[in-house]
């Protein structure tokens, strides 16, 4: 039995690039299919298997942020107090996102972002 929420999955992995046009074809071309976004939008989706290729826009500098691994859970927001509780700080409080996820980002201790999420109803 176990105390609060329980993870269920991989959701996604989501790679930052400099050029999401550049980015988007190339993922389309093998095959991919768009679910979300595109090649004039700041986040793209993509379809992989059951779960999502996500590319993000980094507009600053090299890119020196790998990208961000989306594990789902039971109750974003569970997972968030559990996370507090742990003296774990949380980039953000868990928020609804437009495409129609509740989750919120936090860093492991060597940097690797963490997104908590949940598909909304």
């Known amino acids: 039995m176990t105390d609060g929420p329980t993870l269920e999955g991989l959701s996604a992995v989501t790679f930052s690039t400099h050029d999401m046009a550049r980015a988007v074809r190339f993922y389309r071309a093998l095959g991919f299919p768009l679910l979300y976004g595109g090649e004039s939008e700041a986040f793209t989706s993509f379809a992989l298997g059951g779960s999502y290729l996500n590319l993000t826009t980094e507009t600053h500098g090299p890119i020196a942020w790998w990208g961000r691994v989306v594990i ?3 109750d974003v927001d569970a997972m968030y107090r559990k996370a507090l509780a742990a003296g774990i700080a949380p980039s953000s409080e868990p928020r609804d996102a437009p495409w129609n996820e509740r989750y919120f980002h936090v860093s492991d201790p060597d940097g ?3 997104s908590f999420a ?4």
């Open 72 to 74: 789902y859970v039971s």
């Open 112 to 114: 690797h972002e963490l």
């Open 118 to 121: 949940r598909p909304l109803a």
